[in-house]
Each structure stands twice: as structure tokens, then as C-alpha cells.
């Protein structure tokens, strides 16, 4: 498979876009300061391929490799900045399926398959 087109570390065979909307939680003085350390932060993280913030919105687009980064990882850093996924239905929703399939790619990357012509390796 060609990665060309990615940042190292992110396969296109793990790569994902993820959005969700976000609510700022200090009041609205310091937003845009703070959307841009915290775009700076995930843009650097690895694993990341692009990050953006639309702030009339208030939404976040991240693609990433999911076997190296996750909603998780994603959740740790926006506190710090003063924004939190914004509690909708919709967004929820989104947060849940976003977590299993993130975990589901995670643990498939990990996984090493075994040829069907050989014992398991547990059984004597």
C-alpha cells in the first residue's frame, strides 16, 4: 500500500476521519488563543495526519491512525485547553461508536494471525 499521501506513522489502511463538536468551557475571551495551542498539540501528536477547528461551529476534524491514536488520547488533551465534547445526543453517539471502532482497529493491528495448518499454540 502507498502512504505517500500520509505523515510517517499513520497507515492508510488504519486511517480514519474523525468529527465531533466541541464546547468551550472558560468563556469565550481566550477561545481562539486556545483552539490554536490545542490544534498545535494534536497536530503533533503521533499519528496524526491533520487537525482542524471550525469556530463558528465549534467542530473538530481529526484523521488519524487509529492504531496509534484514538478519542482517548483526544479527550486527555482538550481539557487542558478548555474545551470538552459537547454533550448531544448526536455527538455522544458519535463518541461511543468513534471509542469501539478506534479499540476494534487498535486490536486488530496488534493481532498476529496463525497459519490454520498448526496446533494452537496454548494446547499440548
Known amino acids: 500500500m502507498e502512504n505517500s499521501n500520509h505523515r510517517v506513522g ?11 463538536k466541541l464546547n468551550y ?17 494534536i497536530d503533533q501528536t503521533f499519528g496524526v495526519d491533520s487537525v482542524s477547528f471550525a469556530d463558528k461551529e465549534n467542530n473538530l476534524t481529526v484523521a488519524y491512525d487509529a492504531s496509534h491514536f484514538d478519542i482517548e488520547h483526544l479527550e486527555v488533551v482538550l481539557p487542558k485547553y478548555g474545551f470538552e465534547v459537547a454533550h448531544q445526543w448526536w455527538n455522544n453517539l458519535k463518541e461511543s461508536y468513534y471509542k469501539f471502532t478506534d479499540q476494534n482497529i487498535k486490536d486488530n493491528a496488534e493481532h498476529q494471525p496463525s497459519c490454520c495448518h498448526k496446533p494452537p499454540t496454548g494446547r499440548k
Not at 10 to 20: A, K, P, Q
Open 10 to 20: 499513520v497507515s492508510e489502511m488504519n486511517f480514519v476521519t474523525r468529527h465531533l
Open 25 to 41: 468551557t472558560k468563556g469565550s475571551a481566550d477561545e481562539q488563543q486556545s483552539a490554536e495551542m490545542m490544534l498545535k498539540e
